[in-house]
């Protein structure tokens, strides 16, 4: 990894404040630039970074809302002639698009960039340093970027803790169409069915809808804006979508279930390419319920029991039962730790259910 | 609550066999009966049921998979003319239509019940007297139900540690396709996506999608019978996702940034109505997520802190990061406790990224 030299960030949201953050502190001298100058004043205050006053810049990277990232790259290309010039917005396509019929040159020095470090939540509590720490953060070249530019923004990506994937723009975007903006749109059209029902059907509702619109609580005006730059491609994908669930109702009203039983299944085998933890398989990992008393603490013993049988949990899941003064916990561990897990358990007065 | 008398357990499966454990435990004498006599007799070792010899009987629960309850339910209303019978089917209206169709005697008899315990998982790891506890249990009467015959239904639940929900057949299948077989349909199908896609694209999955999804990993066999149990309700309401995602396909190709905002906030709105955790509004919590080396005893260490600095977790939930050794874990709190967790967590060492 070499040293970043003297960065620009322009744009001072949560993303291009927490670059700011994460770079001062490792010593790498950076500017900040922003429309809106008491934001500016705001990030300088927070960042350690300086207001740019036109000092030689390597590195520029562009953090505004995705409509203007284009026309900031151009501009950047102009006013920064030696400097590598990349962005945040997580759509690619559309800005490269744009960039071309700004007739930008530079196209050598312009690598896309997308850290997958958003969250539902929004950026409101502001600001850290730590924010990509172990994220990924997808590098899209176009086909003149140089090797060194492409260095350079994978430089940045480490120095932020974050690691690189590589893509060409469209695979990228055809990716996360299908990964992160179609789930989007079918959480949140399936949360909006329940505006349209009865208050007493909804509370009988569990888990499984719950995880199932879990992002239907994005932020709308950020949403709009990143779905309708990749609206291409997200199209064909809920299109496609939605006629396969018109299939899947004409099944049901056909009474035809062996064709029911094949979705089903597809859908089986499609959740099953879904990474594991580290790479590893999903299927070697199993399930256990465990009851837990609502109180401070009840948690802490359950792992730390986990921790003494030398059982690592591969996740944790919290249910909910409506208006009980329980909880019911769920954790998965590898197949083979259940047999240690549960009677370690059940020997500190857990009661597991299965 | 009232004791529970002699009770018949017709169906030695998961659900049959936890029940008959569930009330042996509580000195209810419980006698067992099913068409397959070795899953009968394993049934019987575990449970301390016995086998049924001709006892008088007050209370019979069918616990067969959907397809042959209506017919057991009429002949046991035969065979036991003065026993309360109930069925923990997931499905209500269709086994009411099939028992109107046998022409069946004893109505002011029969209680439908649907204990909402399922689980994606599988039952194959057994029986246990304790599934039951805490999850609610739906009691659907029919419009002949004696009260004294719902009295005892739900004494059966609370005996088992659930609690009873109230609803009519029709509310009951209802608001099951809505908030649990369209999500399984849904979730099957975005699921299923992922069969034709590159696998270049699946690696840049996120938890967004992992949560959308979860539940397509149940069990194809029980979701055919389940589903079309209650297609009729299913498919209109599958239709009308179906529907409305096109609508969303059209506004994003028209370029209706107004429409596509309006969408994702009916989403949100939608979402914001599923109860809360002990009915709570869950506008009322953050999150925060922590950084976390992945080894056993990292978590327990979280949470002692946790519950040192006597803040309650709403929720866990693990980030997997592609091929990371780290993990981060996102805490959802009470909004207020957010101030005593960070500063509590920084000073023990972890880092604190949002």
């Keep these: 990894m070499n040293e970043i030299k003297n960065t620009l960030v322009i744009g001072t949201g949560l993303i291009g404040t927490s670059i700011a953050l994460g770079l001062t502190a490792h010593g790498v001298k950076v500017f900040l630039s922003d429309i809106d100058s008491s934001a500016l004043d705001a990030a300088v205050k927070v960042s350690g970074a300086s207001k740019y006053d036109g000092e030689d810049i390597a590195l520029v990277v562009v953090a505004t809302p995705p409509a203007s990232v284009a026309n900031l790259i151009a501009k950047a ?48 509590i502001g600001a850290q340093g730590n924010l990509f720490l172990d994220r990924a953060w997808v590098i899209a070249s176009n086909d003149q970027t140089s090797e060194a530019a492409v260095a350079t923004v994978k430089d940045l990506v480490e120095s932020l803790g974050a690691f690189p994937i590589f893509r060409t723009i469209e695979e990228h975007d055809r990716a996360v169409a299908l990964i992160s903006h179609t789930p989007q749109v079918v959480a949140s059209v399936l949360a909006g069915e329940l505006m349209d029902a009865e208050g007493s059907y909804i509370e009988l509702a569990g888990q499984g809808i719950r995880d199932t619109i879990r992002i239907a609580g994005s932020d709308s005006n950020l949403w709009t804006e990143i779905l309708s730059e990749n609206s291409h491609y997200i199209s064909q994908q809920v299109t496609q979508v939605a006629n396969h669930l018109l299939d899947f109702a004409s099944a049901l009203d056909g009474g035809d279930r062996k064709s029911v039983t094949e979705k089903l299944v597809k859908g089986n085998h499609g959740k099953d390419r879904l990474p594991g933890k580290h790479g590893t398989s999903q299927q070697s990992t199993s399930t256990l319920v465990v009851r837990l008393d609502d109180k401070p603490g009840e948690l802490a013993r359950l792992f730390t029991v986990a921790a003494q049988a030398n059982v690592n949990l591969e996740d944790v899941r919290i249910d909910h039962s409506l208006g009980q003064p329980t909880g019911l916990v769920e954790l998965t561990v590898a197949l083979k730790a259940i047999e240690l897990l549960t009677p370690a358990l059940e020997a500190e007065g857990f009661v597991v259910i299965s």
Tied chains: 1, 2.
């Design 77 to 124: 290309a102009i006013d920064h002639p030696l400097a590598i010039i990349t962005d945040v917005a997580s759509v690619k396509g559309s800005i490269f698009r744009e960039l071309e019929n700004l007739g930008t040159s530079g196209w050598s020095r312009i690598v896309g960039g997308h850290p997958m470090a958003g969250r539902e939540v929004s950026g409101a």
